[in-house]
C-alpha cells in the first residue's frame, strides 16, 4: 500500500542525509528545510519545541504560508541544496521511493527535483487546508471584527530598521527577541518620524474594543490618556503604545484591551494590556509589559519583575493565562453575549489555546557605547550604531535567559523588542508631552 508523502514522511525521508547538517536530529532536519526552502529568509527560526512538532505532526498551516512566500519554483533552492546529497545516498532515497510507492519510475538523478517538488506540493497543501479554528473565533460585529488589526503601521518600515533577530534559549515554547533601530540610524536619533508614528497611533490605542473609533479622536484620547499618566500608575507610556506597535505588526497579536483606555472607568489592571496571537497551531492570550529605561540592565530586571508581580502567584500553583483576564473590561467594552464570545474562545479546547499566558516585553534603553560617534563620517557611525545594538541584544539575551530561569517562565513565549533612544527616560517624556500635553 502506497504511503503519503506528507511533511513527517519526508523528514524521515530525507534525515540521514542532509549535506550540511550538524546531528541527525529530526529537529535539525526539519529547520535545514525550512532554512533552504526559504533561501535564509524565514526570521525568526521556529523554537526548538516548534521544530520538533512539525516533524512529528506536520508542519502549520501559517508557516506554510509563509515559506510559499520565498519559493521561487522556476529556480528550486531546494532542488539545488538536495543535488549536494552524495550518490549513494539519492540511490537509498529513490529506493524508499519506490518500495513505499511514491514514483514508481524514480531513479538517482531525479531524486533532488522530486524531492523539492514533493515538498513544495506539501507546503500548498497545507497553506490552503481550511482553518477550522476560524470557525470558533467571533464573526464580525456591527462595527468591527473583535480581531482585526487596530494599529496604523503603513510607515512602520520608514520608522524602524530591524537589525537582528533571535531566540532564548530559556524559552521552551515558541518565542523571538527583535533589535531595532530608529531612521535615520546614526547618533543621536531623530524622532520626528517616531513622533509622527506615536501621534497617528495614539487614538488606537486608547479606544477601546466596540467603540468607534470617532468618538474617542483626537483631543478626547489626548485628555483620556492625559488622566492616564496623572493617575500615578505609568512611568513610560511611550514604551506601552510602543509595545502595542510592534504587537500588532509584528506578531499579529491583536489587542483585546490596554491599560489606558479602561482608566476612564477607574478600573486599575495590573498589565499594560492583553493581545490575542494566532501562534500556528495555538491561540496565546499575550501580556504587555514594557520599560524605558536609560540603562538596559535595569530594564530588563525591572520589566521581569513586573512579569513576576501581575502574575500575583504566591503559591507553587500553576499560573492559568484565562484567570489573568478581567472580564468586566470585557462587559463594560462590548457587552455581555460579545465578551462570553471571546471567553469561550480562550477556554482551552482540544488543546488549541495556550493556558499558560505568554508575554510581549518592549525595552527602551539608552544607546552606550566607548565607540566615537561624533568625530567620524556618517557611513562610521551608523555601522557603529548597529554593531552596538547587535551587542545590546546578545547581552539582553543572557541576561533574559537567566531572569526567565529564575522567574520559572520557561513554559511561557516571550516576544521582546529592544529599541535605543539618546535619552531613553527624558526622551520619552518630552514625546509624550509635546503629544497630550501635561
Known amino acids: 500500500m502506497a504511503k503519503e508523502a506528507n511533511f513527517s514522511y519526508l523528514i524521515n525521508l530525507v534525515n540521514p542525509y542532509l549535506p550540511d547538517a550538524e546531528d541527525t536530529s529530526k529537529e535539525e532536519t526539519v529547520r535545514l528545510i525550512i532554512k533552504q526552502a526559504s533561501n535564509n529568509q524565514y526570521l525568526p527560526m521556529p523554537a526548538s519545541s516548534t521544530l520538533n512538532k512539525y516533524a512529528a505532526d506536520g508542519i502549520s498551516r501559517a508557516a506554510s504560508k509563509k515559506l510559499l512566500k520565498f519559493i521561487d519554483k522556476e529556480t528550486s533552492s531546494l532542488e539545488e541544496y538536495f543535488s549536494k546529497i552524495g550518490a549513494d545516498q539519492l540511490t537509498l532515497i529513490a529506493n524508499k521511493l519506490k518500495r513505499d510507492g511514491i514514483s514508481p519510475d524514480v531513479y538517482r ?138 504587537l500588532e505588526h509584528i506578531e499579529h497579536a491583536f489587542k483585546l484591551y490596554t491599560r489606558a483606555e479602561v482608566y476612564k472607568s477607574s478600573r486599575i489592571i495590573d498589565n499594560e494590556g492583553v493581545y490575542l496571537k494566532d501562534n500556528d497551531t495555538r491561540i496565546q492570550l499575550v501580556f504587555g509589559a514594557s520599560q524605558l529605561n536609560d540603562s538596559l540592565q535595569d530594564a530588563i530586571d525591572n520589566v521581569l519583575k513586573e512579569l513576576k508581580d501581575f502574575q500575583n502567584n504566591q503559591s507553587n500553583e500553576l499560573v492559568v493565562a484565562r484567570d489573568m483576564i478581567d472580564r468586566s473590561i470585557l462587559e463594560a467594552q462590548l457587552g455581555d453575549e460579545k465578551s462570553n464570545e471571546i471567553i469561550n474562545l480562550i477556554v482551552p479546547n482540544d488543546d488549541e489555546v495556550d493556558e499558560i499566558p505568554s508575554y510581549g516585553i518592549f525595552l527602551g534603553y539608552q544607546l552606550k557605547t566607548d565607540k566615537d560617534l561624533v568625530d567620524c563620517s556618517a557611513k562610521v557611525a551608523k555601522m ?46 518630552k514625546m509624550m508631552q509635546e503629544l497630550i500635553g501635561e
Open 109 to 246: 538523478g531525479k531524486v533532488p527535483a522530486l524531492l523539492a517538488k514533493l515538498f513544495t506540493e506539501e507546503f500548498e497543501k497545507v497553506a490552503s487546508r481550511k482553518n477550522r479554528r476560524k470557525q470558533k473565533i467571533p464573526t464580525k460585529s456591527e462595527d468591527e471584527d473583535i480581531f482585526t488589526k487596530t494599529v496604523s503601521d503603513e510607515t512602520f518600515a520608514t520608522v524602524f530598521r530591524q537589525v537582528n533577530a533571535s531566540e532564548m534559549d530559556a524559552v521552551k515554547n515558541s518565542n523571538a527577541i527583535h533589535a531595532f533601530i530608529l531612521k535615520p540610524e546614526p547618533f543621536p536619533f531623530n524622532y520626528e518620524k517616531l513622533r509622527q508614528l506615536v501621534e497617528s497611533n495614539i487614538t488606537n490605542y486608547a479606544v477601546a474594543r466596540g467603540v468607534k473609533r470617532n468618538d474617542v479622536m483626537g483631543l478626547r484620547a489626548a485628555r483620556l490618556l492625559r488622566n492616564y499618566t496623572q493617575s500615578g500608575i505609568p512611568n513610560n507610556l511611550l514604551g506601552e503604545l510602543l509595545n502595542y506597535v510592534f
Open 384 to 429: 557603529r550604531c548597529l554593531e552596538t545594538v547587535e551587542k545590546d541584544m546578545n547581552n539582553a539575551i543572557k541576561q533574559l535567559n537567566q531572569a526567565i530561569k529564575n522567574y520559572h517562565l520557561q513554559k511561557s513565549s516571550f516576544y521582546v523588542y529592544m529599541l535605543p533612544f539618546t535619552k531613553a527616560s527624558e526622551d520619552g517624556n
